[in-house]
Nanobody, 131 residues
Framework: EVQLVESGGGLVQAGGSLRLSCAASGFTADEYVIGWFRQAPGKEREGISLIRSINGNVYYGDSVKGRFTLSIDGDMNTGAKITVHLLMSSLKPEDTAVYFC???????????????????WGQGTQVTVSS
């Protein structure tokens, strides 16, 4: 069973930075995709970034390109526990949301993917950006 545990959320001023982490374990599929999503009150869940184990390619949503960076500690292809980081810079009040880590088995596809494709989710971590 895939387990995803997020950490690192908190309160930050606009223009500041914050790093989220997702401890990911229990992968048994040969290939998988890990992504970050966020959901603000009253809004639909939005894809932020994802990485594909097949090639290590990273993708970003348009709203965070150039500001957010996804990185990984560990090897996605060994089945061992890894940690997926999301470094968020130049934060804006509109970045305020609950941030989720998610994963699904398979090759994935080029570009961002819809949240309906992800079958494992973390509990989420709150990020609040004050103006």
């Amino acid at each position: 069973e895939v387990q995803l545990v997020e950490s690192g959320g908190g309160l930050v001023q606009a223009g500041g930075s914050l790093r989220l982490s997702c401890a990911a374990s229990g992968f048994t599929a040969d290939e998988y995709v890990i992504g970050w999503f966020r959901q603000a009150p009253g809004k639909e869940r939005e894809g932020i970034s994802l990485i594909r184990s097949i090639n290590g390619n990273v993708y970003y949503g348009d709203s965070v390109k150039g500001r957010f960076t996804l990185s990984i500690d560990g090897d996605m292809n060994t089945g061992a526990k890894i940690t997926v980081h999301l470094l968020m810079s130049s934060l804006k009040p509109e970045d305020t949301a609950v941030y989720f880590c998610a994963a699904h088995p398979g090759l994935g596809s080029d570009g961002m993917e819809g949240d309906w494709l992800f079958n494992s989710w973390g509990q989420g971590t709150q990020v609040t950006v004050s103006s």
